[in-house]
Protein backbone atom coordinates (compact mmCIF):
# COMPACT_ATOMS: atom_id res chain seq x y z
CA UNK A 1 0.00 0.00 0.00
CA UNK A 2 1.32 3.65 -1.09
CA UNK A 3 1.16 6.17 1.96
CA UNK A 4 0.60 9.70 0.83
CA UNK A 5 1.21 13.07 3.50
CA UNK A 6 0.80 16.51 3.09
CA UNK A 7 3.90 17.73 2.84
CA UNK A 8 4.37 21.78 4.16
CA UNK A 9 7.16 22.52 1.91
CA UNK A 10 5.05 21.91 -1.55
CA UNK A 11 1.47 22.78 0.21
CA UNK A 12 0.12 19.17 -1.20
CA UNK A 13 -0.74 15.55 -0.27
CA UNK A 14 2.11 13.77 -1.97
CA UNK A 15 2.85 10.14 -2.55
CA UNK A 16 6.14 9.02 0.47
CA UNK A 17 9.10 7.74 -1.13
CA UNK A 18 11.96 7.16 1.10
CA UNK A 19 15.47 7.70 -0.40
CA UNK A 20 16.30 4.12 1.00
CA UNK A 21 13.44 1.73 2.03
CA UNK A 22 15.29 -0.27 3.97
CA UNK A 23 16.17 2.81 6.49
CA UNK A 24 13.73 5.22 6.68
CA UNK A 25 14.60 8.20 8.79
CA UNK A 26 12.68 10.71 10.13
CA UNK A 27 13.39 13.46 12.99
CA UNK A 28 10.41 15.26 15.12
CA UNK A 29 11.11 17.93 17.51
CA UNK A 30 10.95 17.34 20.87
CA UNK A 31 10.39 19.22 24.36
CA UNK A 32 11.99 21.54 26.53
CA UNK A 33 12.76 19.54 29.89
CA UNK A 34 12.07 22.36 32.29
CA UNK A 35 8.39 21.14 33.98
CA UNK A 36 5.75 18.69 32.50
CA UNK A 37 4.20 18.33 29.34
CA UNK A 38 1.07 20.06 28.73
CA UNK A 39 -1.70 18.50 26.68
CA UNK A 40 -0.96 19.96 24.27
CA UNK A 41 2.74 18.97 23.62
CA UNK A 42 0.97 15.07 23.83
CA UNK A 43 -0.25 16.15 20.53
CA UNK A 44 2.56 15.60 18.25
CA UNK A 45 4.27 12.61 20.11
CA UNK A 46 0.87 10.60 19.37
CA UNK A 47 0.37 11.90 15.88
CA UNK A 48 4.00 11.22 14.63
CA UNK A 49 3.55 7.94 17.09
CA UNK A 50 1.12 6.91 14.86
CA UNK A 51 3.00 7.61 11.95
CA UNK A 52 5.99 5.33 13.39
CA UNK A 53 3.84 2.82 13.69
CA UNK A 54 2.62 3.07 10.30
CA UNK A 55 6.13 3.21 8.78
CA UNK A 56 7.49 0.21 11.16
CA UNK A 57 4.68 -2.03 9.75
CA UNK A 58 4.97 -0.90 6.28
CA UNK A 59 9.13 -0.99 5.67
CA UNK A 60 9.74 -3.23 8.78
CA UNK A 61 9.87 -2.65 12.23
CA UNK A 62 14.30 -2.57 11.97
CA UNK A 63 13.92 -0.40 9.23
CA UNK A 64 12.66 2.83 10.78
CA UNK A 65 14.85 5.17 12.83
CA UNK A 66 12.69 7.90 14.53
CA UNK A 67 14.71 10.72 16.42
CA UNK A 68 13.03 13.10 18.95
CA UNK A 69 15.34 15.34 21.01
CA UNK A 70 15.47 16.68 24.36
CA UNK A 71 15.96 20.62 24.19
CA UNK A 72 17.93 20.68 27.90
CA UNK A 73 19.71 23.95 27.23
CA UNK A 74 16.67 26.55 28.29
CA UNK A 75 16.43 29.66 30.60
CA UNK A 76 13.88 27.76 31.96
CA UNK A 77 16.34 25.07 33.19
CA UNK A 78 18.70 27.22 34.76
CA UNK A 79 16.09 29.62 36.68
CA UNK A 80 14.82 26.05 38.73
CA UNK A 81 18.58 25.40 39.45
CA UNK A 82 19.40 28.74 40.10
CA UNK A 83 16.54 28.69 43.10
CA UNK A 84 17.23 25.15 44.52
CA UNK A 85 20.86 26.29 44.45
CA UNK A 86 19.60 29.51 46.64
CA UNK A 87 17.46 27.70 48.74
CA UNK A 88 20.73 25.71 49.73
CA UNK A 89 20.94 22.74 46.99
CA UNK A 90 23.99 21.03 47.25
CA UNK A 91 26.16 20.02 43.86
CA UNK A 92 27.30 22.61 41.22
CA UNK A 93 24.97 24.74 39.56
CA UNK A 94 25.21 22.01 36.52
CA UNK A 95 24.36 18.78 38.71
CA UNK A 96 21.42 21.34 38.99
CA UNK A 97 20.75 21.92 35.98
CA UNK A 98 21.06 18.22 35.32
CA UNK A 99 18.91 17.14 37.84
CA UNK A 100 16.52 19.04 36.60
CA UNK A 101 16.38 17.97 33.16
CA UNK A 102 16.50 14.71 34.13
CA UNK A 103 13.71 14.64 37.16
CA UNK A 104 11.97 16.17 33.41
CA UNK A 105 12.80 13.46 31.34
CA UNK A 106 11.82 10.91 33.61
CA UNK A 107 8.40 12.60 33.96
CA UNK A 108 7.81 12.71 30.42
CA UNK A 109 9.13 9.70 29.83
CA UNK A 110 6.40 8.51 32.38
CA UNK A 111 3.53 10.35 30.66
CA UNK A 112 4.12 9.47 27.09
CA UNK A 113 4.33 6.02 28.03
CA UNK A 114 1.09 6.18 29.88
CA UNK A 115 0.06 7.45 26.40
CA UNK A 116 1.19 4.46 24.62
CA UNK A 117 3.79 6.38 22.55
CA UNK A 118 6.42 3.64 21.97
CA UNK A 119 9.94 5.32 22.41
CA UNK A 120 11.66 6.92 19.53
CA UNK A 121 14.83 5.13 18.40
CA UNK A 122 17.14 7.92 19.55
CA UNK A 123 16.48 10.28 22.28
CA UNK A 124 19.19 12.66 22.13
CA UNK A 125 20.11 15.50 24.37
CA UNK A 126 21.28 18.79 23.06
CA UNK A 127 24.19 19.14 25.76
CA UNK A 128 25.84 16.05 24.39
CA UNK A 129 26.16 17.04 20.99
CA UNK A 130 27.89 20.41 21.57
CA UNK A 131 30.70 19.96 19.83
CA UNK A 132 28.79 19.69 16.49
CA UNK A 133 26.86 22.37 16.83
CA UNK A 134 30.31 24.63 17.53
CA UNK A 135 31.44 22.53 14.39
CA UNK A 136 28.81 23.78 12.32
CA UNK A 137 28.85 27.39 13.42
CA UNK A 138 32.31 27.76 12.38
CA UNK A 139 31.94 26.35 8.73
CA UNK A 140 28.87 28.86 8.59
CA UNK A 141 31.31 31.40 9.48
CA UNK A 142 34.19 30.24 7.44
CA UNK A 143 31.68 29.99 4.39
CA UNK A 144 30.52 33.35 5.22
CA UNK A 145 26.87 32.20 6.46
CA UNK A 146 26.98 33.53 9.88
CA UNK A 147 29.18 36.31 11.37
CA UNK A 148 31.24 36.21 15.25
CA UNK A 149 30.26 39.57 17.15
CA UNK A 150 30.58 40.06 21.11
CA UNK A 151 30.48 36.52 21.97
CA UNK A 152 27.54 35.83 19.48
CA UNK A 153 27.40 34.01 16.35
CA UNK A 154 24.71 35.30 14.02
CA UNK A 155 23.35 33.57 10.69
CA UNK A 156 22.97 36.07 8.12
CA UNK A 157 19.40 35.45 7.01
CA UNK A 158 19.74 37.72 3.83
CA UNK A 159 22.43 35.16 2.36
CA UNK A 160 20.18 32.61 1.92
CA UNK A 161 17.85 33.13 -1.18
CA UNK A 162 15.24 30.44 -0.03
CA UNK A 163 14.28 32.07 3.84
CA UNK A 164 10.63 31.47 4.31
CA UNK A 165 9.68 29.41 1.61
CA UNK A 166 8.94 26.70 4.00
CA UNK A 167 6.43 29.10 6.01
CA UNK A 168 5.72 30.83 2.41
CA UNK A 169 6.38 34.07 3.79
CA UNK A 170 9.08 37.02 2.47
CA UNK A 171 11.84 37.98 4.50
CA UNK A 172 10.57 41.97 4.70
CA UNK A 173 6.51 40.04 5.18
CA UNK A 174 8.87 38.35 8.58
CA UNK A 175 10.22 41.43 9.68
CA UNK A 176 7.01 43.37 9.88
CA UNK A 177 4.71 40.50 11.58
CA UNK A 178 7.26 38.53 13.53
CA UNK A 179 8.79 39.98 17.35
CA UNK A 180 12.33 40.08 14.97
CA UNK A 181 15.04 41.62 18.48
CA UNK A 182 17.10 44.76 17.28
CA UNK A 183 20.36 44.51 18.85
CA UNK A 184 23.98 45.70 18.75
CA UNK A 185 25.51 42.65 17.62
CA UNK A 186 23.37 41.87 15.03
CA UNK A 187 24.27 43.40 11.33
CA UNK A 188 20.41 43.12 10.43
CA UNK A 189 17.34 42.28 12.95
CA UNK A 190 16.40 38.97 11.11
CA UNK A 191 19.98 37.18 11.71
CA UNK A 192 19.38 34.72 13.96
CA UNK A 193 21.48 33.34 16.63
CA UNK A 194 23.50 30.08 16.24
CA UNK A 195 25.78 30.94 19.67
CA UNK A 196 25.43 33.19 22.48
CA UNK A 197 27.81 34.13 25.53
CA UNK A 198 26.84 32.51 29.24
CA UNK A 199 27.91 34.64 32.19
CA UNK A 200 29.03 32.38 35.12
CA UNK A 201 25.84 32.17 36.22
CA UNK A 202 24.91 30.21 33.36
CA UNK A 203 25.70 26.93 32.03
CA UNK A 204 28.54 27.20 29.27
CA UNK A 205 30.65 25.58 27.28
CA UNK A 206 34.30 27.04 25.84
CA UNK A 207 33.90 27.90 22.27
CA UNK A 208 36.36 29.95 19.73
CA UNK A 209 33.86 33.12 20.95
CA UNK A 210 33.96 32.07 24.55
CA UNK A 211 32.44 30.95 26.90
CA UNK A 212 28.81 30.23 25.73
CA UNK A 213 25.97 27.86 24.80
CA UNK A 214 24.25 26.99 21.50
CA UNK A 215 20.80 28.90 20.37
CA UNK A 216 18.11 26.38 19.92
CA UNK A 217 17.95 25.89 16.13
CA UNK A 218 20.87 24.98 15.53
CA UNK A 219 20.34 21.89 18.09
CA UNK A 220 17.73 20.16 15.75
CA UNK A 221 19.80 20.78 12.85
CA UNK A 222 23.41 19.03 14.50
CA UNK A 223 21.52 16.47 15.94
CA UNK A 224 19.19 15.21 13.14
CA UNK A 225 22.32 15.34 10.70
CA UNK A 226 24.24 13.16 13.69
CA UNK A 227 22.01 10.50 14.08
CA UNK A 228 19.98 10.61 10.93
CA UNK A 229 23.30 10.94 7.83
CA UNK A 230 26.67 10.61 9.72
CA UNK A 231 26.02 7.84 11.62
CA UNK A 232 23.75 5.26 9.68
CA UNK A 233 26.41 6.23 7.27
CA UNK A 234 29.74 5.58 8.93
CA UNK A 235 27.51 1.86 10.22
CA UNK A 236 27.24 1.11 6.39
CA UNK A 237 23.37 1.50 6.37
CA UNK A 238 22.62 3.61 3.56
CA UNK A 239 21.23 2.81 -0.08
CA UNK A 240 23.00 4.30 -3.28
CA UNK A 241 20.37 6.11 -3.62
CA UNK A 242 20.65 7.35 0.29
CA UNK A 243 24.44 8.50 -0.09
CA UNK A 244 23.37 10.10 -3.42
CA UNK A 245 21.32 12.91 -1.21
CA UNK A 246 24.05 13.66 1.45
CA UNK A 247 22.89 15.06 5.14
CA UNK A 248 19.61 14.42 3.58
CA UNK A 249 16.55 12.53 5.47
CA UNK A 250 12.60 11.82 4.72
CA UNK A 251 10.16 13.34 7.01
CA UNK A 252 10.87 16.12 9.48
CA UNK A 253 8.06 16.85 12.13
CA UNK A 254 6.54 19.07 14.88
CA UNK A 255 3.54 21.35 15.50
CA UNK A 256 2.95 24.10 13.05
CA UNK A 257 4.08 26.71 15.89
CA UNK A 258 7.33 25.68 14.78
CA UNK A 259 7.06 26.40 11.10
CA UNK A 260 8.31 29.55 11.78
CA UNK A 261 11.22 30.49 12.52
CA UNK A 262 12.36 27.23 14.12
CA UNK A 263 12.28 25.34 11.07
CA UNK A 264 12.90 27.87 8.40
CA UNK A 265 16.26 28.46 10.48
CA UNK A 266 17.09 24.99 10.82
CA UNK A 267 16.84 24.60 7.10
CA UNK A 268 18.72 27.61 6.68
CA UNK A 269 21.94 26.97 8.70
CA UNK A 270 21.38 22.95 7.13
CA UNK A 271 21.26 23.32 3.85
CA UNK A 272 23.99 26.64 3.69
CA UNK A 273 26.42 24.37 5.93
CA UNK A 274 26.17 21.21 3.74
CA UNK A 275 25.65 22.69 -0.10
CA UNK A 276 23.56 20.32 -1.97
CA UNK A 277 21.31 18.73 1.03
CA UNK A 278 17.96 19.16 0.93
CA UNK A 279 17.61 18.54 4.80
CA UNK A 280 14.46 16.71 5.02
CA UNK A 281 12.26 15.71 2.00
CA UNK A 282 8.99 16.13 3.40
CA UNK A 283 7.70 18.53 6.43
CA UNK A 284 4.77 17.42 8.38
CA UNK A 285 3.40 19.98 11.09
CA UNK A 286 0.67 19.34 13.65
CA UNK A 287 -2.31 21.50 13.93
CA UNK A 288 -2.21 23.22 17.68
CA UNK A 289 -5.13 21.55 20.50
CA UNK A 290 -6.72 24.33 21.55
CA UNK A 291 -8.25 26.02 25.12
CA UNK A 292 -11.64 27.79 23.85
CA UNK A 293 -10.06 29.02 20.81
CA UNK A 294 -6.85 29.78 21.92
CA UNK A 295 -3.59 27.60 21.71
CA UNK A 296 -2.53 25.44 24.72
CA UNK A 297 0.59 27.11 25.81
CA UNK A 298 2.70 27.20 29.07
CA UNK A 299 2.86 30.85 28.51
CA UNK A 300 -1.04 31.63 28.03
CA UNK A 301 -1.54 29.42 31.27
CA UNK A 302 -4.53 27.86 29.83
CA UNK A 303 -3.16 24.48 29.87
CA UNK A 304 -3.58 21.40 32.12
CA UNK A 305 -0.90 18.27 31.86
CA UNK A 306 -0.97 15.12 30.59
CA UNK A 307 -0.15 14.08 34.30
CA UNK A 308 -3.52 15.93 36.03
CA UNK A 309 -5.42 14.17 33.55
CA UNK A 310 -3.86 10.84 34.46
CA UNK A 311 -4.37 11.53 38.06
CA UNK A 312 -7.68 12.55 37.55
CA UNK A 313 -7.94 8.24 36.48
CA UNK A 314 -8.14 9.26 33.11
CA UNK A 315 -6.77 6.28 31.60
CA UNK A 316 -3.85 7.34 29.34
CA UNK A 317 -6.13 5.24 26.46
CA UNK A 318 -8.60 7.62 26.61
CA UNK A 319 -6.37 10.89 26.28
CA UNK A 320 -4.85 8.78 22.82
CA UNK A 321 -8.76 8.03 21.46
CA UNK A 322 -9.34 11.83 21.85
CA UNK A 323 -6.47 12.76 20.13
CA UNK A 324 -6.45 10.88 17.08
CA UNK A 325 -10.59 11.06 16.78
CA UNK A 326 -9.09 14.56 14.95
CA UNK A 327 -7.05 14.71 11.89
CA UNK A 328 -3.84 16.10 12.80
CA UNK A 329 -3.82 19.16 10.43
CA UNK A 330 -7.18 20.55 12.27
CA UNK A 331 -7.10 22.28 15.24
CA UNK A 332 -8.73 20.46 18.30
CA UNK A 333 -9.85 21.21 21.79
CA UNK A 334 -9.90 18.76 24.56
CA UNK A 335 -13.80 18.09 26.31
CA UNK A 336 -15.01 16.39 29.44
CA UNK A 337 -17.80 15.27 26.80
CA UNK A 338 -15.52 14.02 24.03
CA UNK A 339 -13.17 11.98 26.61
CA UNK A 340 -16.59 10.76 28.73
CA UNK A 341 -17.51 8.98 24.95
CA UNK A 342 -14.26 7.69 24.57
CA UNK A 343 -13.90 6.07 27.76
CA UNK A 344 -17.28 4.25 27.07
CA UNK A 345 -16.57 3.06 24.29
CA UNK A 346 -12.97 1.76 24.85
CA UNK A 347 -15.19 -0.02 27.81
CA UNK A 348 -17.24 -1.65 25.67
CA UNK A 349 -14.91 -2.81 22.81
CA UNK A 350 -12.44 -3.95 25.88
CA UNK A 351 -15.33 -5.86 26.99
CA UNK A 352 -16.69 -7.38 23.93
CA UNK A 353 -12.94 -8.26 22.89
CA UNK A 354 -13.08 -9.87 26.61
CA UNK A 355 -16.16 -12.11 25.68
CA UNK A 356 -15.36 -12.95 22.43
CA UNK A 357 -11.46 -12.96 21.85
CA UNK A 358 -8.37 -14.46 22.53
CA UNK A 359 -6.02 -12.17 24.15
CA UNK A 360 -3.01 -14.65 23.49
CA UNK A 361 -3.39 -14.35 20.05
CA UNK A 362 -3.16 -10.90 19.72
CA UNK A 363 -1.02 -9.72 17.10
CA UNK A 364 -0.28 -5.79 15.36
CA UNK A 365 0.57 -7.01 13.00
CA UNK A 366 -2.39 -8.48 11.90
CA UNK A 367 -3.95 -5.07 11.50
CA UNK A 368 -6.28 -4.32 9.22
CA UNK A 369 -6.05 -3.08 5.34
CA UNK A 370 -9.14 -1.19 6.50
CA UNK A 371 -6.81 1.09 9.04
CA UNK A 372 -3.93 0.90 7.08
CA UNK A 373 -5.32 2.42 4.53
CA UNK A 374 -7.26 4.99 6.38
CA UNK A 375 -3.68 6.15 7.91
CA UNK A 376 -1.85 5.75 4.90
CA UNK A 377 -4.02 9.10 3.30
CA UNK A 378 -1.91 11.22 4.96
CA UNK A 379 -2.87 9.77 8.81
CA UNK A 380 -6.60 9.66 8.86
CA UNK A 381 -6.69 8.22 12.06
CA UNK A 382 -10.20 9.73 12.22
CA UNK A 383 -11.53 7.20 9.65
CA UNK A 384 -9.30 4.70 11.19
CA UNK A 385 -11.06 4.95 14.46
CA UNK A 386 -14.77 4.86 12.60
CA UNK A 387 -13.64 1.88 11.15
CA UNK A 388 -13.44 0.07 14.47
CA UNK A 389 -16.55 1.63 15.90
CA UNK A 390 -18.33 0.36 12.26
CA UNK A 391 -16.70 -3.05 13.19
CA UNK A 392 -18.49 -3.77 16.31
CA UNK A 393 -21.61 -2.34 15.48
CA UNK A 394 -21.65 -5.31 12.78
CA UNK A 395 -19.73 -8.21 14.23
CA UNK A 396 -22.64 -9.63 16.16
CA UNK A 397 -21.11 -12.93 17.99
CA UNK A 398 -18.28 -13.15 15.24
CA UNK A 399 -15.69 -13.97 17.17
CA UNK A 400 -12.82 -13.72 14.60
CA UNK A 401 -14.26 -10.22 14.11
CA UNK A 402 -13.42 -8.89 17.47
CA UNK A 403 -10.34 -10.93 17.56
CA UNK A 404 -9.46 -8.39 14.14
CA UNK A 405 -10.71 -5.28 16.83
CA UNK A 406 -7.96 -6.90 19.06
CA UNK A 407 -5.35 -6.58 16.86
CA UNK A 408 -6.34 -3.47 15.53
CA UNK A 409 -6.35 -1.95 18.66
CA UNK A 410 -3.18 -3.44 19.71
CA UNK A 411 -1.62 -1.74 16.10
CA UNK A 412 -3.24 1.78 17.29
CA UNK A 413 -1.97 1.80 21.20
CA UNK A 414 -5.34 1.55 22.40
CA UNK A 415 -5.32 -1.73 24.22
CA UNK A 416 -5.06 -1.16 28.12
CA UNK A 417 -4.63 -3.38 31.08
CA UNK A 418 -5.93 -0.85 32.96
CA UNK A 419 -9.25 -1.37 31.31
CA UNK A 420 -8.79 -4.95 31.05
CA UNK A 421 -8.84 -4.82 34.82
CA UNK A 422 -11.89 -2.75 35.31
CA UNK A 423 -13.96 -5.41 33.52
CA UNK A 424 -12.79 -7.71 35.71
CA UNK A 425 -9.80 -9.15 33.72
CA UNK A 426 -5.65 -10.10 34.20
CA UNK A 427 -4.02 -9.52 31.42
CA UNK A 428 -0.20 -8.59 31.16
CA UNK A 429 -0.06 -6.32 28.15
CA UNK A 430 2.40 -7.89 25.00
CA UNK A 431 3.75 -4.32 24.44
CA UNK A 432 5.37 -4.50 27.62
CA UNK A 433 8.96 -3.11 27.81
CA UNK A 434 10.04 -5.99 29.52
CA UNK A 435 11.14 -9.29 27.86
CA UNK A 436 9.01 -12.44 28.08
CA UNK A 437 11.17 -14.32 31.02
CA UNK A 438 11.14 -10.78 33.12
CA UNK A 439 6.87 -10.83 32.52
CA UNK A 440 7.31 -14.64 33.63
CA UNK A 441 9.01 -14.08 36.71
CA UNK A 442 6.49 -10.88 37.96
CA UNK A 443 3.65 -13.21 37.06
CA UNK A 444 5.02 -16.23 39.23
CA UNK A 445 5.07 -13.68 41.99
CA UNK A 446 2.27 -12.56 41.40
CA UNK A 447 0.35 -16.09 41.90
CA UNK A 448 2.86 -17.04 44.79
CA UNK A 449 1.65 -14.14 46.32
CA UNK A 450 -2.37 -15.10 45.49
CA UNK A 451 -1.52 -18.48 47.06
CA UNK A 452 0.10 -16.63 50.16
CA UNK A 453 -3.03 -15.05 50.71
CA UNK A 454 -5.49 -17.73 49.96
CA UNK A 455 -3.06 -20.05 53.01
CA UNK A 456 -3.69 -16.35 54.93
CA UNK A 457 0.02 -16.28 54.97
CA UNK A 458 -0.23 -12.68 54.79
CA UNK A 459 3.18 -11.60 55.71
CA UNK A 460 4.48 -13.83 52.58
CA UNK A 461 2.17 -11.73 50.74
CA UNK A 462 3.03 -8.67 51.81
CA UNK A 463 6.68 -9.46 51.23
CA UNK A 464 6.05 -10.27 47.90
CA UNK A 465 4.92 -7.31 47.47
CA UNK A 466 7.24 -5.28 48.66
CA UNK A 467 9.97 -6.62 46.90
CA UNK A 468 8.52 -6.41 44.03
CA UNK A 469 7.81 -2.64 44.85
CA UNK A 470 11.35 -2.27 45.60
CA UNK A 471 11.79 -3.81 42.02
CA UNK A 472 10.03 -1.10 40.17
CA UNK A 473 7.10 -2.99 40.09
CA UNK A 474 3.42 -1.42 41.68
CA UNK A 475 0.79 -4.31 41.65
CA UNK A 476 -3.27 -3.44 41.72
CA UNK A 477 -5.90 -5.95 43.41
CA UNK A 478 -9.23 -5.56 41.62
CA UNK A 479 -12.18 -8.15 41.64
CA UNK A 480 -10.65 -9.08 38.14
CA UNK A 481 -7.49 -10.43 39.61
CA UNK A 482 -3.99 -8.39 39.74
CA UNK A 483 -2.30 -6.03 37.55
CA UNK A 484 0.74 -4.64 38.02
CA UNK A 485 3.09 -1.32 36.33
CA UNK A 486 6.20 -1.05 36.24
CA UNK A 487 7.00 2.52 37.34
CA UNK A 488 10.98 3.87 35.96
CA UNK A 489 13.59 0.48 35.54
CA UNK A 490 12.63 -2.51 36.24
CA UNK A 491 15.59 -3.96 38.66
CA UNK A 492 14.97 -7.66 38.13
CA UNK A 493 18.13 -7.71 41.04
CA UNK A 494 16.23 -6.75 44.03
CA UNK A 495 14.13 -9.98 43.58
CA UNK A 496 16.68 -12.08 44.65
CA UNK A 497 16.38 -10.91 48.13
CA UNK A 498 13.29 -13.35 48.17
CA UNK A 499 13.54 -16.78 49.01
P1 LIG B 1 7.93 22.86 23.25
O1 LIG B 1 8.43 22.08 24.44
O2 LIG B 1 7.09 24.05 23.59
O3 LIG B 1 9.06 23.20 22.28
O4 LIG B 1 6.93 21.91 22.44
C1 LIG B 1 7.16 20.57 22.14
C2 LIG B 1 6.27 20.14 21.00
O5 LIG B 1 4.88 20.35 21.33
C3 LIG B 1 6.49 20.90 19.69
O6 LIG B 1 6.42 20.00 18.59
C4 LIG B 1 5.32 21.89 19.65
O7 LIG B 1 4.98 22.24 18.33
C5 LIG B 1 4.22 21.07 20.28
N1 LIG B 1 3.12 21.88 20.87
C6 LIG B 1 3.24 22.88 21.78
N2 LIG B 1 2.01 23.38 22.11
C7 LIG B 1 1.10 22.65 21.40
C8 LIG B 1 -0.34 22.67 21.30
N3 LIG B 1 -1.09 23.52 22.02
N4 LIG B 1 -0.93 21.78 20.46
C9 LIG B 1 -0.18 20.91 19.73
N5 LIG B 1 1.16 20.85 19.77
C10 LIG B 1 1.81 21.71 20.59
ZN1 LIG C 1 13.59 21.35 16.34
Redesign the pocket.
Known amino acids: MSITLYNTATRRKEPFTPLDPNNVRMY ?7 DR ?9 LIFDVLYRLLRHEYGADAVTYVRNF ?1 DVDDRINETAQKRKQAGATGSLEDLIRERSDETIGWYHADMDALGALRPTHEPRATEYIDQMIAMSQQLINDGFAYAKDGHVLFRVRKYDDYGKLSGRSVDDMIAGARVEVAPYKEDPMDFVLWKPSDDDLPGWDSPWGRGRPGWHIECSAMADELLWKLPREKGLLSQEALAHPHTFDIH ?6 TFP ?1 HENEIAQSKCVHQGSEYAQVWM ?6 VEGK ?4 SLGN ?1 FTVRDLLDQGVPGEVIRFVMLSTHYRKPMDWTETKANIAELKLLEWHSEIKTHARLEDVNANCVSNEIVEALSNDLDTHNALKHLDDQVKTAGNASEKYQQLANDMQFLGLLSREMFSATGFFWVDADSLLSTDEQQLIAELIDARSTAKALKDFQRADEIREILLSAGVTLTDSRGGTTYKVEGVFDPSKLEALE
Open positions: VCGPTVYAHLGNARPVTGGGNDLHHNEMLQKMSKF
